[in-house]
């Protein structure tokens, strides 16, 4: 469906202005379906990348600089996500001993294996908007997004 008929407007819309509102409708879409993979789960999206990111430290202790550079939102506030992640035992923090200004964070067992439970469910839901896809487009339209939004 082409994005005039999603928004229902029949002015003619220049091509920069369809690339963003298309880019923005298909994040909402791929993020609502995203969500309702993890909400049984209790977790929101961006706790789901904490986890991620600290099962990627392979048992490495990350600190809040680690994680927040490597969060796929930089408008997270990390301190909070790990305070609700904490709550729940999917992760521990404790002040590093070489550097008490310095919180470190690990994953817990019950983190990693609520991830091996989610992992089959969010490569189906990857796999699921790749489907109609060919191998090239997808290489195509990861480059093109990559070019998309590095700006000059």
Known sequence: MKIEEVIKTTINLEDSKKIILNVI?????????????????????????????????????????????????????????IDKLLLKGLVTREVCPENRRKIEVLITEKGLELLTILDPKIMEHEDLFASNLSSAEKEQLNTLLEKYRTLK
């Open 25 to 81: 409708y298909t994040q909402n879409v791929i993020n609502d379906k995203f969500n309702e993979v993890i909400k049984p789960h209790d977790l929101s999206s961006e706790q789901y990348n904490v986890l991620r990111i600290l099962r990627g430290q392979k048992g490495c202790p990350a600190n809040m600089c680690i994680i927040q550079e490597r969060m796929l939102s930089k408008n997270s506030n990390t301190t909070r996500l």
